[in-house]
T-cell receptor
């Protein structure tokens, strides 16, 4: 149980293109979803937290107009990288959990990640 | 601010050896601690989750411990196998912010 599906797994596109990444919880209701970014050989850095039906909360230094997050349902969150440039190339990973309480003790379940390459 | 540190950054051992990966955190106000495995170019696989009220969790050849007072967690891998080669990440869930803070990871290589 607790499967999170992330799509696409790999995308290559030209500079200036907008790219949408989907994160779905397949067998549970994800009241909270998280988006992370990982540079090569580095750890995961939290970009934003989204609760279903609410605006996402972005971490310091993350441009909310650049990285648009939508969490319209209990099973789907999307991250759109707008007008992507080569410096946006990275590995993006989503996670999902039940429980909206800030310090929920429910575990986060992770997707398989999306490798984004901007030419 | 919570900081999570993992030592060593890399480890190479012969097959069959028992090994310990270390994780330390600066803020004891955590509600859980998770250990993950990440294969190259892949997402995260959750290995063990220890709630703040627990001291350890076991799954097969893996045993994770948590000592909140000293700010430490360890992942013990028994009888290591080449298939255990991967990067192991620990992450603490902050009671103050609700966020999962990751360490830098330990890259393990088990040689046949």
């Amino acid at each position: 149980g607790a499967v999170v599906s992330q799509h696409p797994s790999w995308v290559i596109c030209k500079s200036g293109t907008s790219v949408k990444i989907e994160c779905r919880s397949l067998d549970f209701q994800a009241t909270t979803m998280f988006w992370y970014r990982q540079f090569p050989k580095q750890s995961l850095m939290l970009m934003a937290t989204s609760n279903e039906g609410s605006k996402a909360t972005y971490e310091q230094g993350v441009e909310k107009d650049k990285f648009l997050i939508n969490h319209a349902s209990l099973t789907l969150s999307t991250l759109t990288v707008t007008s992507a440039h080569p410096e946006d190339s990275s590995f993006y990973i989503c996670s999902a959990r039940t429980g909206q309480r800030l310090a929920s003790n429910q575990p986060q379940h992770f997707g398989d990640g999306t490798r984004l390459s901007i030419l | 601010k919570q900081e999570v540190t993992q030592i060593p950054a890399a480890l190479s051992v012969p097959e069959g050896e028992n090994l310990v990966l270390n994780c330390s955190f600066t803020d004891s106000a955590i509600y859980n601690l998770q250990w993950f495995r990440q294969d190259p170019g892949k997402g995260l696989t959750s290995l063990l989750l220890i709630q703040s009220s627990q001291r350890e969790q076991t799954s097969g050849r893996l045993n994770a411990s948590l000592d909140k007072s000293s700010g430490r967690s360890t992942l013990y891998i028994a009888a290591s196998q080449p298939g255990d080669s991967a990067t192991y990440l620990c992450a603490g869930g902050s009671s103050n912010t609700g966020k999962l803070i990751f360490g830098q990871g330990t890259t393990l290589q088990v040689k046949p």
